[in-house]
């Protein structure tokens, strides 16, 4: 039977492009598993962990489809040099559940093995990147004590810093606090979707842990899968939780998915999200009051909401780069940003990363003319995102220019033991909390953003 095309299919998204030759040879077998046939494609090779974990967990579901016990499988395992958690992951996401699934299909008049994993390709795809992924034993570089502002844009730092001193945006976080609008949010994300946990879609638990592990981010904020199209957010200024939406599974590799969990990661540890609520909040509020003055005038607001919105896309071009320090692949960052612009699922086999930075290109030129240039600024003003393009040629200077490499290496990024200068409201202060309400909060809020009462704790 030839099954290899959907094994390479499953095989392409967690190994890299120049492991699949190697593995390629491995799956030629598929159908004849027997200690034997392992000792012939063992000899001599050295396989990745990345390729060990998956040929053992495609082995694997032969093995349970066929109804053959799994001795040789335990063989093969010591062979590959793999740990016996490898065994508990492939029961867990090749359940039998998914086994029967397949046999049911198989029972169908004159279908064979490779009918029905043809026909299935997608499904029996994801249980094996599920499997593998599980027990992954991560090749990325965990980058120790690494400070956000490290790599954040100098705009973005700028900008914050400014805002957290505004009297308007003082007067917004006070009314954001008085409608509740956090509480909202965080009751609706988390009474209507799925929380993700190491028993609840491992995969995606163990893609954040990754995530998680490699910002050096101590904390796990919740995850969520919610219905919807390819996007992710992290609501909660407090005690954040993410929310990806689920067609994310089926559309985005795994380093792609690290990617995204990365960017969002990404906002927690730059502290983004106060900000980011206030600026989605803005519009519901403004409908709920009418005129959005705040007692300070409707120009003064308004330029006001202006800078909260160039720093909310600024933020982004910020949290791109840990998105990419995350998944320290910049081909599979911008393969993220072409299937975000549209890019149809049938054809993202099709995806050439170089003609969508082109775009970005020809985007630039519309700058020469005046009248242009100053249609692009006023269909961005009140936006919370840059254009997609921009944003992938962004990320891709940073990573050609060397500053991805300085931060990536550990002789390029210094040991963070103190706080930085004329910073404030930063991860580096010591924690404080209201005296009123008893919430923690951060020396750069006037007002606290639970309770409205001022900050006494206020730099």
Not at 239 to 262: H, T
Not at 302 to 329: F, H, P
């Amino acid at each position: 039977m030839n099954t290899v095309p959907v094994l390479l299919a499953a095989a392409s998204q967690v190994v890299t492009k120049e492991e699949l030759n190697g593995i390629a040879e491995y799956y030629n077998y598929f159908g004849e598993m027997s200690e034997t046939h392992f000792d012939a494609v063992l000899s001599g090779k050295e396989y990745s962990k990345h390729q060990a974990a998956l040929i053992y967990h495609c082995c694997y579901l032969y093995f349970a489809l066929a109804g053959r016990k799994g001795n040789s499988l335990a063989g093969l395992r010591r062979k590959l040099g793999l740990p016996k958690s490898v065994y508990m992951n492939s029961l867990k996401c090749i359940s039998k559940k998914r086994i029967n699934f397949i046999r049911d299909e198989l029972s169908g008049a004159g279908k064979s093995f490779a009918d029905v994993f043809k026909e299935n390709e997608k499904y029996v795809e994801k249980m094996l990147v599920e499997a593998t992924a599980c027990d992954m034993p991560e090749d990325r570089k965990i980058l120790t004590n690494l400070s956000s502002f490290e790599y954040e844009h100098p705009t973005d730092r700028s900008y914050l810093n400014k805002l957290n001193t505004n009297v308007v945006i003082e007067k917004l976080i006070k009314l954001y606090s008085e409608y509740n609008f956090e509480r909202i949010l965080l009751v609706q994300y988390t009474g209507s979707n799925i929380r993700v946990t190491p028993k609840n879609i491992p995969y995606l638990y163990n893609a954040l842990k990754t995530v998680c592990e490699v910002l050096d981010v101590k904390n796990m904020p919740p995850l969520y899968v919610a219905p919807g199209s390819l996007n992710a957010m992290t609501v909660g200024s407090s005690k954040p939780i993410i929310v990806i939406s689920s067609i994310a599974l089926s559309l985005l590799s795994y380093d792609e998915l690290l990617f995204i969990l990365g960017h969002e990661v990404g906002h927690i540890k730059s502290q983004h999200v106060l900000y980011h609520s206030i600026g989605n909040f803005i519009p519901y509020i403004a409908g709920v009051i009418g005129n959005l003055t705040l007692g300070i005038g409707e120009i003064a607001v308004k330029g006001v909401l202006i800078l909260l919105y160039q720093w909310y896309r600024m933020s982004e071009i910020t949290a791109d780069r840990a998105g990419l320090l995350a998944c320290q692949n910049i081909d599979a960052a911008v393969s993220v940003m072409a299937k975000l612009s549209g890019y149809p699922p049938s054809r993202y086999d099709e995806i050439d990363n170089d003609l969508f930075l082109d775009q970005a290109v020809e985007f630039e030129n519309f700058d020469k003319n005046a009248f242009d240039k100053l249609l692009k600024l006023f269909s961005v003003l009140y936006k919370t995102h840059p254009w997609t393009v921009m944003r992938a040629k962004e990320l891709k200077s940073w990573y050609d220019n060397g500053d991805y490499a300085r931060v990536y290496n550990t002789e390029g990024r210094r040991k963070v033991d103190r706080k930085p200068q004329n910073i404030v409201g930063t991860i580096f202060e010591k924690e404080i909390f209201c005296a009123n309400c008893g919430k923690k909060i951060t020396s750069a809020q006037r007002f606290c953003e639970f309770c409205g009462k001022e900050n006494i704790y206020y730099k």
